[in-house]
């Protein structure tokens, strides 16, 4: 069974700091994929970022960048610069490719609760 | 382009009733998924469909059902409520019904409150 594991339940920092979420993940496929989605109070959860299994790349996309290693199964997630706006929690999510499982079925970890103080 | 709409945003309910949420994926999207958020259980997946077909399901028991129609949109029922199902129901639109890779795209939610 896939599972996904965010240890850090909440974190503070002040405006401008780097900060990084961490992820761990579990599966047992070969073949899999990594999101990062967030959610702010309204409710909805916004795409930030997806990897697959099979690129380790690590890349950077204005100030969210992410560090994936299949070593580790770590998927960790970096926001530099931080602004308030970026308050929020963030979820990791995992998908399986299989005859069962489609894109849309997604495992979410328990959500960081991240907190940008000015 | 319009996201993924749901409705109602909020719904107060008493044990035992029943409950249909509404969601409208995006234009073109086919394939809707469904998700119960809660405090205590997190995100959790409940079902999934495509061309009016549920295509994948999660560990809920039967009062939790759903349905797709022929424009992709869909619903989700909950009979014989509990204090258990208050919760965050939210809904995903995908173009297709891919192969892990798909992007979701969420809509803002139906806050349901069991009393």
């Known amino acids: 069974a896939q599972k996904v594991t965010q240890a850090q339940t909440e974190i503070s920092v002040v405006e401008k700091e780097d900060v990084t979420l961490d992820c761990v993940y579990e599966t047992r496929d070969t073949t899999y994929y990594l999101f990062w989605y967030k959610q702010p109070p309204s409710g909805e959860l916004v795409f930030l970022i997806r990897?697959?299994?099979?690129?380790?790349q690590n890349e950077i996309s204005g100030r969210y960048s992410w560090n994936f290693q299949k070593s580790t199964s770590s998927f960790n997630f970096t926001i530099t610069a931080s602004q308030v706006v970026d308050s929020a929690v963030y979820f990791c999510?995992?998908?399986?490719?299989?005859?069962?499982?489609?894109?849309?079925?997604?495992?979410f970890g328990e959500g960081t609760q991240l907190t940008v103080n000015p | 382009k319009a996201g993924v709409t749901q409705t109602p945003r909020y719904l107060i309910k008493t044990r035992g009733q029943q409950v249909t949420l509404s969601c409208s994926p995006i234009?073109?999207?086919?394939?809707v998924s469904w998700y119960q958020q809660t405090p205590g259980q997190g995100l959790q997946f409940l079902f999934e469909?495509?061309?009016?077909?549920?295509?994948n399901k999660g560990n809920f028991p039967g009062r939790f059902s759903g349905r797709q129609f022929s424009n992709s949109r869909s619903e989700m029922n909950v009979s014989t409520l509990e204090l258990g199902d208050s919760a965050l129901y939210l809904c995903a639109s995908s173009l297709e019904y891919g192969e892990g890779d798909t992007e979701a795209f969420f809509g803002q939610g139906t806050r349901l409150t069991v009393v």
């Open positions: 234009s073109g999207h086919r394939s």
């Open positions: 469909y495509f061309s009016e077909t549920q295509r």
């Open positions: 999510a995992l998908s399986e490719r299989g005859a069962e499982t489609s894109g849309a079925r997604l495992t």
């Open positions: 990897r697959n299994s099979f690129d380790e």
